[in-house]
């Protein structure tokens, strides 16, 4: 923005205040309405959907499928467009720091005198495009299931691993056969031709990357989980 | 670069000067007559408990004269209130005192909140219920903090929406931009932070996804999934850490930040809409008085480019 721009800018500004009206009670009265429309649907939202307790936190029970809050779903999401293990960090920080900056950095790049949107084609198109993608990461966000039952034909030995296997979430994050979401985590439909048992095993106790540690499940359950996952080949 | 203007404040709305508490025994004209509306009666001496009522209505004048003296809060607050918003000014504009209206939904429910909750891995889940089930109103303040934190992040990506589409981050705001995006962090920090406090299982193993997300990036990033894990497994310490970070840390930069922000508001001003610029004349036809107003008006130079509008823009006085 050139000095004469900016000069222009003020001017204009300052005509446009002249026209205007005073902040009180004008601007007030609008303020105040949105407030007690933002209040009204805070009071509505709690009295209708409430705030109900989950189960209590058990590291040993991991029945609960670990969701983010449905306002990180676009930030969890990108970890399930970009999946191989070496690009995770570009998903998980990479991506939403190079956002982040952009965003702070906003004025800093974008500096040309005009502000209506339809004269800023970059910007307008930028900004639909981002107001898309973050709507589409959060609607996959929330239709992802969290199914808690696998639909696989196993041998009677594995049955039990299969149970915990679908008991204890990883269907969240991986897919086995038709079941699961596909990510962030790999698929785990052939896993066992991939990686031995006793890495399944470590992988699970660990958590490597992002993904939780189950080393607080009983042993018995570890056992079965790791027979039925290097069943898969 | 171009000094921003203070726009003067309309003599009209600048306050009286403020009164000096009359003196007790001061009934009549000054002249010895009563004052006409005691001629019917006759004129009394004020008695004692008179005065002291006397005295104590004009007792809040004197307060905030006390008070103003010493803070020039008055002229503030005049100039607050009573500060023109550009011509065009619409229901887009609400969406910053909304965000703030929200945050402070936040604030008092989860004061509320802090009163009931015990951050501790072995009684917060108990708090909690004890918060749904046994206090008044527990569940339903509960609710409203718990949703509250949905309506104020939805507010806040909304009004960063208008304020882009409108380029309202462009000349001379850019630095409200620069806040605004730091008070954007901090709320999605807030909401991190505040999702593991009820210690269910969902709070308890998104956390760990979202601590491990953190430990994935280079460099800080183990560093990070430590600090904020605050041992090797998440558990008390972690649940303390959160505890303090949700309710000191983040809310005392975020008011601190809405200060600021607010700040700027006031003395940038908030923008006209984009399109106002639409109705702009060709050229030029009274440059001239144009001119003569804004020197006038100790405004400096105007540019070429007439843009008298049809607008006469004369001194302050004109509103």
Known sequence: M????????????????????????YAVLKDSTMALIVVAVIIAMSLILGAEQGPKADPTSTTYVPRPEWYFFFLFEVLRVIKP????????????????????????????????????????????LTILAMGYLTYAGAVAGSPTQIDLKVAPQYEAGKEVVAGSGCLACHKIGENGNNGPGPELTHIASRIPRAAILRSVEIGPGIMPSFRELPPKKLNELADFLSSLN | MPKLRVPKIPDSVVPAPLRKPAKPGQGGNGKGQAPQDLKTSPPERETHVQRLGNQAKEAPVDILAWVDQRTGASGFLTGMLYRKVPKGTNWFYTLGSATLFAFIVQAVTGVFLAMFYTPSATQAYASISHINNDV?????????????????????????????????????????????????????????????????????????????????????????????????????????????????????????????????????????????????????????????????NGNGRVNGAGRSNGVHVDGDSAT
Request: with cysteine.
């Open chain 1, 2 to 25: 050139k000095p004469e721009d900016k000069q222009d800018y003020l001017e204009e500004y300052e005509v446009f205040k002249k026209k205007g009206k005073p902040f009180f009670p």
């Open chain 2, 136 to 296: 008044p109103l527990g569940q339903f303040v509960h609710g409203m903090h718990k949703w509250g934190a949905s309506v104020m992040v939805i507010l806040v990506f909304v009004h960063m929406g208008r304020t882009f589409f409108f380029g309202a981050y462009k000349y001379p705001r850019e630095l409200n931009w620069v806040i605004g995006v730091v008070l954007l962090i901090l709320t999605m920090t807030m909401a991190f932070t505040g999702y593991l406090l009820p210690f269910d299982q969902r709070s308890y193993w998104a956390s760990i996804v979202g601590i491990n997300i953190n430990g994935t990036g280079p460099v800080v990033g183990p560093y990070l999934s430590d600090f904020l894990r605050a041992g090797p497994e998440l558990g008390a310490t972690t649940l303390a850490r959160f505890y303090a970070i949700h309710m000191l840390l983040v809310p005392g930069a975020i008011i601190a930040l809405i200060g600021a922000h607010l700040y700027l508001v006031m003395k940038l001003g908030t923008t006209a809409p984009p399109w106002m610029k639409m109705d702009k004349p060709k050229v030029a036809a009274s440059v001239a008085q144009l001119d003569a107003g804004v020197e006038g």
């Open chain 1, 85 to 128: 293990p070496e690009l995770v960090p570009i998903a998980t920080v990479g991506i939403p720091t190079i956002c982040m900056v952009l965003l702070l950095m906003l004025p800093f790049y974008d500096r040309g005198p005009e502000r209506r949107p339809e004269r800023r084609p970059i910007a307008l198109i930028a900004g639909i």
